[in-house]
């Protein structure tokens, strides 16, 4: 068999994450959603109850977790390895009725003995609900979501709409889960990160901007929130879409850009400006559309530099800047970093605008150099390390 494992990288290698699958149609959703953390590295084992069996198949879910399904509790006592001496146990999808039992410490199937046991041995557990609105709202059962968020379980909300709770993304689902087993290593620190470019606006459908998808300020933030940050990111424009469970700032000019993250920096420890932001402005804004029959020349002013107005502002804090060069990269980057009074200074060239892949050049103040390749998501982990260090010696 071909597997997936390790495929987007190792975050959750060495990690046995164990799903329990209950009766909710979402079931037809797991063995994708199993795949999906085997391509970080996860082992996965699969504990199914008999309604869940009747939506999808446990020859499809064998395959999918490259292990076998334990539908049945026998001498073996499956419910203890797989949930007491589990890394992590995922109850997903999640019935009103699996939750209820939870909630009242019954295990009287395979599925609910799994997460009592994975409970009482306070191993991490992840609650992911699935069913009609109706339910979802009944009073009992959002009472005892609550019950179990305050013994430590935690829940993935549903997204509700079409008067269905439906189950989150599996890529949301991925992401909490590797954030409940990565090491908190930022866990109290407030971090502002911004991403994406910045629209300066000529009339109501013309504008100036510098190119970027935001992908790296997005991966930023993730490393963040996995390692336990109050992550806040403020975005510009992108053409990549922000994670849902991250929170998220629109904003779009430099100005509002500018506004935005001088206010969050208020409580904040750290900054790190990924974002792309464009240089100049129209000088001024025109009404309505301009006639595209005549020439036009336009009066650009410079827009406000962010990095330097928080500085000023906050200089006891510590901020991450970024330098995009097509040429001698690091002595330039440096050079900003003395003029903008940085703390660290991300270097990297033009190719890797759009790019899940790239090179840089991690600068400090000490002029050392740490030059590295590759996906956007390993590169960021990098620059989170970076900024721990900082943030341990401050």
Known sequence: MLSVKGNKGSLLEGKKITICVSGSVAAVRVPELARELMRHGADIHIVASDAALELVGEKLLEWASENKVVTSLTGEVEHIRLGAYADLVLVCPATANTIS????????????????????????????????ESMFRHPIVADNLQKLESIGVGVIYPHVEEEKAKLASNSEIAEIAIAKLSRKTLAGKKIVITAGPTYEAIDAVRGI???????????????????????????????????????????????????????????????????????????????????SGNPLTLKLKQTPKLVSEVRALYPNKIIVGFKLEAEDLVRRAYAKLLKDGLDLIIANSPSAIGSDESEIAIVSRGKSVKSLSGSKAQLAGHILDELHALMAKA
């Not at 998808?213 to 403020?234: F, H, N, P, Q």
């Open 101 to 132: 039992k939870i909630a009242m410490g019954i295990g009287d199937t395979p599925v609910t003995s799994t997460v009592t046991c994975a409970i009482g041995a306070e191993k991490p557990v992840l609650v992911v609900p699935a069913m009609h």
């Open 209 to 291: 901007a510098n190119l970027s998808s935001g992908k790296m300020g997005i991966e930023l933030a993730k490393a963040a929130y996995r390692r336990g940050a109050d992550t806040v990111l403020v975005y510009g424009p992108g053409s990549e879409k922000p994670p849902s469970w991250i929170r998220a700032i629109s904003v779009v000019s430099a100005w509002d850009m500018g506004r935005a993250v001088k206010e969050e920096m208020r409580d904040a420890d750290a900054l790190i400006s990924a974002a792309a932001i464009a240089d100049y402005a129209p000088a001024e804004r025109f009404t309505g559309k301009i006639s």
